[in-house]
């Protein structure tokens, strides 16, 4: 009679199921920590990077816009020579932000930084053409209001 068990045979087949539940939990466990282990790995790597580089365009931004004005008030060549190593290192710190962004959105947003940072450098590089002429510095100082500034508030 297949329908009655021993107490052995119940105790046995009790401990083979709290064993293959044990193992099983233990499996969805694993699978679990690898998955929080994979995403805080991301995090590290590719996420703290990001906000590190737009820390840097960020820091970047302000210190050419500070050689910029340095020129337009004090016309020493060694601001316009600032200026474009900075520009020069934006650049590549933008190329890298457009390489790690991970999502389409994030590139189109770095593009567009991009397009507006070139905006921006002609605009200034108007405006320091302007400042090397016979022109007055009230006429220059406007130039950059309307013609630079808001360039670089986009």
Same mark, same amino acid.
């Given at each position: 009679?297949?329908?009655?068990?021993?107490f052995g045979q119940k105790v046995s087949a009790s401990i083979g199921l709290l064993v293959a539940l044990t193992m099983l939990i233990g499996l969805i466990s694993f699978? #679990?920590?690898?998955?929080?282990?994979?995403?805080?790995?991301?995090?590290?790597?590719?996420?703290?990077? +990001? !906000?590190?580089? #737009?820390q840097a365009v960020r820091g970047l931004g302000e210190r050419k816009g500070g050689e910029g004005r340095?020129? +337009? !008030?004090?016309r020493d060549e060694r601001f316009v020579t600032g200026m474009r190593a900075a520009r020069t290192e934006l650049l590549a710190v933008l190329d890298r932000l457009r390489q790690n962004a991970v999502t389409d959105e994030g590139r189109r947003l770095v593009d567009q930084i991009v397009a507006a940072e070139a905006e921006h450098q002609r605009a200034l590089d108007e405006v320091v053409t302007l400042r090397r002429s016979a022109a007055t510095l009230d006429t220059v100082t406007n130039a950059f209001d309307q013609q630079t500034a808001p360039t670089r508030d986009r």
């Open positions: 009679m297949g329908g009655h068990w021993t699978v #679990a920590l690898r998955t929080v282990v994979t995403g805080k790995d991301r995090v590290i790597d590719v996420d703290a990077q +990001l !906000l590190i580089d #737009a340095g020129f +337009l !008030l004090t």
